[in-house]
């Protein structure tokens, strides 16, 4: 947690209770942001931020809510992206899963690849597996191609006229899209296998994305509403492309 990424935050929430008219607040700016990051970067519950900060159980979900929203509507939108992507030579598409705690009733959220609960959202990286974007959440029974469907990714690569890496998930994508050969390695033959292994070493790096966004300890395990797990995505999403730059 950088000191660059506390400032960024406390001077966003000073400016929106600035526009908002908000004189007086428990905690400063400051304070508010350190509370925001302490439960983004460590996971920290509610009631462990009250007890940590001073207040109550509501209050500190208050301040929570409030910095979320505000950090979510920073988050550079679809086109956005594409215009900074098509700056690179190439970029990589993926998906992952973060887990969310559901029962088994919650079929909508089940993930037969996954073998678990959670949501899907799609990430597009750089060469170097560098996070430029990340999408709004889908259930986890929504495939990977489906879901980059669903948000206008494939369109908005192909309109871009950028090549993009991605894995057999998407299979099917046409555009720009690049993805290895289909079927067992042994049925494939010598230059498909060799087409295959370059292929993998170019999408590795994609893997720092998704360490990126796991390294926020709350994505490991959501306990929210399913409702606010984008936000919650899209200001994690501000606030690491914040410390990149």
Request: aromatic share 6%.
């Amino acid at each position: 947690m950088s000191s660059s990424t506390l400032r960024y935050l406390a001077t966003h929430l000073r400016i929106h209770r600035q526009e908002r008219g908000t004189r007086w607040r428990r905690v400063s700016a400051g304070r508010q942001a350190l509370l925001v990051l302490a439960h983004l970067r460590c996971g920290h519950t509610y009631a462990q931020l009250a007890a940590g900060f001073g207040g109550g159980t509501a209050t500190a979900y208050r301040y929570v809510v409030e910095a979320i929203d505000v950090l979510a509507a920073l988050a550079p939108t679809l086109a956005e992206a594409m215009k900074t992507a098509s700056t690179k030579a190439f970029v990589m598409l993926d998906g992952t899963l973060l887990p969310i705690d559901r029962t088994a009733a919650d079929r909508p959220f089940y993930s037969g690849k996954h073998k678990k609960h959670g949501m899907n959202v799609q990430v597009i990286t750089d060469p170097m597996g560098r996070l430029l974007w990340a999408s709004p959440v889908l259930p986890g029974t929504v495939h990977d191609i489906k879901a980059a469907r669903t948000h206008g990714i494939l369109d908005a690569l192909t309109e871009a006229g950028l090549e993009c890496f991605a894995d057999k998930g998407y299979r099917g994508a046409g555009g720009t899209i690049r993805l290895p050969y289909w079927g067992r390695w042994e049925t494939l033959s010598a230059g498909q296998q060799a087409v295959n292994r370059s292929h993998a070493k170019i999408r590795a790096l994609v893997e720092q994305a998704m360490a990126t966004l796991k390294s926020w300890r709350l994505l490991r395990k959501l306990r929210c509403s399913t409702t606010r797990i984008t936000h919650l995505v899209q200001a994690i999403l501000t606030l690491h492309l914040t410390c990149s730059n």
